[in-house]
C-alpha cells in the first residue's frame, strides 16, 4: 500500500496486478476494493496531487466495488 500523503480522507492504496484489484483505506479506517481497474487507474490515483477528487471522479462510480471491513 502506497500512503496518500496529500490526502485527508484517502490513506492509503494498493494494486495486485493479477486480479486487477484496486485497494484503498479511508482514514476514517473503511477498506474497500475495486474490481478490473487497469494498472494506470491505479498509478494515476497515487501521483496524483488531489486524489480524493480523482477517486471520486475516475474511480467512486465506476468500479464494482466490496468494503471489506
Do not use: C, N
Request: charged share 35%.
Amino acid at each position: 500500500m502506497v500512503s496518500m500523503r496529500s490526502s485527508r480522507a484517502l490513506e492509503a492504496a494498493g494494486y495486485d496486478d493479477e486480479s486487477r484489484t484496486l485497494r484503498v483505506r479511508f482514514r476514517e479506517g473503511h477498506l474497500y476494493d475495486y474490481h478490473d481497474v487497469p494498472r494506470h487507474v491505479y498509478e494515476e490515483l497515487v501521483t496524483d496531487p488531489h486524489p480524493w477528487t480523482r477517486w471520486g471522479q475516475h474511480i467512486k462510480d465506476t468500479y464494482k466495488v466490496t468494503r471489506l471491513d
